[in-house]
């Protein structure tokens, strides 16, 4: 069943876009321990791989079920639009023991054993220590994993930010929300996900965070329970070419141009964020009916979706496109 947010009066006047330096720290220490979205982030795996060997991160991950509940005071919803990982680090530190202590046994409780495992015992035990442990831990992930990098998150993500704000002003909260991921649905007062599990919630006046993520990519992530704020994560845009190196290039290996053919590969490499047939036509120097044929291709074999912002149609790389195109083919 799917997760349903439902909206009154007061909430569609209360919708805003943030960034969360901690969200992506949480984040990236999941995808470490996540083998499925590796393909999404190599070029970031190896420079992060030795520093990273000193990271004891198994009581995190502890917390961190592939499906189910995962502690929210860990990774609340931002504070502010523009928080800075210091001030969200606070807030978890300052989190009520009693609280925390009931979020950590509940998904403890999805992973069997994982309460009666010497790490979920201490955990459970002194849950005010539990929160400074796991303060700790996310504080030292920032250090390694993330801010080095995060100049560029940061500006991919109000990139992000800002396009979906323009598209607002453009079309309107009930057009916007399904173009931020297909699994997103409006019909006029509730917005409906269509992931694992079955979740409802009156916004109750509180009206939604939307929020782009890099790491999480490429999931979209709600149901925070009261007192958080809700909130929408979903897959940021421009992921493609977040990692590549100046001066790299960007162009298509010879492998991908062995496997797909001069053309194809071309359009699949230039895909680093979503264009039109137009753009990739003039970008690569081809007639835009040769382009128009290889995205058809491309987008066949479950290389590419599509989708229309206004009058223009604009194609993207699925994770299967994306993970060929970043190791070359």
């Known amino acids: 069943m799917p ?36 393909g999404y982030h190599p070029h970031w795996l190896r420079r992060i791989r030795g520093a990273s060997r000193g990271l004891d991160l ?19 919803p931002p504070i502010g639009p523009a928080a800075t990982f210091e001030e969200e680090i606070a807030a978890v530190r300052a989190a009520d023991p009693r609280m925390a202590g009931v979020e950590i046994a509940r998904a403890l409780a999805e992973t069997p ?6 790490r979920g015992r201490a955990l459970l035990a002194d849950p005010g220590r539990a929160v400074a442990e796991l303060a700790g831990l ?40 399904p173009e931020l991921d297909r699994r997103l649905a ?11 599990g079955e979740y409802g919630r009156e916004l109750g006046g509180q009206g939604l965070v939307l929020m782009p993520s890099v790491f999480s990519w490429p999931d979209v992530v709600s149901g925070f329970d009261p007192p958080w704020q809700p909130t929408v994560v979903y897959p940021a845009r421009g992921l493609a070419g977040l990692w590549a190196e100046p001066g790299a290039g960007g162009g298509a290996g010879d492998a991908l141009v062995r496997l797909l053919g001069r053309g194809r590969a071309a359009v699949l490499a230039a895909l680093d964020e979503p264009a039109s047939t137009s753009a990739l036509a003039h970008r690569l120097g081809l007639a835009a009916s040769s382009v128009s044929a290889h995205l058809t291709v491309l987008r066949e074999a479950g290389l590419l979706t599509s989708r229309r912002y206004g009058h223009q149609v604009l194609y993207e790389r699925t994770p299967l496109g994306m993970a060929l195109a970043a190791s070359g083919g």
């Open 138 to 177: 996310m504080e030292a992930a920032w250090r390694v994993l993330v801010e080095p990098e995060w100049p560029r998150l940061r500006a991919l993500l109000e990139a992000d930010v800002a396009f979906h704000s323009r598209r607002l002003a453009e079309v309107g909260l009930g057009a916007l929300l």
């Open 58 to 76: 198994e009581t995190l991950w502890l917390l961190m079920p592939r499906r189910g509940y995962n502690p929210d005071f860990l990774g609340p």
């Open 186 to 196: 409006w019909d006029g007062r509730t917005l409906t996900l269509d992931l694992a």
């Open 3 to 38: 997760f349903r947010l439902r909206f009154g009066d007061d909430d569609l006047m209360r919708c805003r876009f943030a960034v969360s330096p901690l969200w992506e720290t949480q984040e990236a220490v999941r995808t470490l321990g996540r083998p499925d979205r590796h």
């Open 113 to 118: 054993g994982a309460a009666e495992s010497a």
